[in-house]
């Protein structure tokens, strides 16, 4: 992930009386991300979702941000990358929902 830009410093930690408004926040940077890469522009929906991710930490939405980065880096041809980022989501949120997803993306890598 890139490192954070000198006007955008990462947000303190999140408690738990203002946590629905962060995690509001980072949904709306994900759905931001999507649409951007459903408009084939790699980058805007890279740099979306890794500043959710730097930002929004303790959200709760890091393994859908992780599958939503390594996707768009799969995409963009980013092969490294999106294998990084799907064994993340393995290794880190075994019992998240996208766990699911982030396999099948990984089996898709190792598919010839």
Do not use: C, Q
């Not at 959200?59 to 939503?68: D, W």
Request: no cysteine; proline share 7%; net charge negative.
């Amino acid at each position: 992930m890139s490192e954070a830009t000198p006007y955008r410093k990462p947000l303190p930690r999140i408690d738990e009386e203002s946590r629905p408004w962060w995690e509001a926040l980072a949904r709306h940077e994900l759905y931001v991300a999507r649409y951007y890469l459903s408009e084939d522009r790699y980058d805007a929906a890279l740099a979306r979702v890794e500043y959710a991710l730097s930002n929004y930490r303790d959200t709760g939405l890091e393994p859908e941000a992780l599958v939503l980065l390594g996707e768009t880096h799969l995409k963009k041809g980013n092969l490294s990358e999106a294998r990084t980022a799907f064994l993340l989501v393995l290794e880190r949120y075994k019992t998240s929902p996208f766990a699911e997803p982030a396999a099948r993306f990984l089996s898709t890598l190792a598919s010839p």
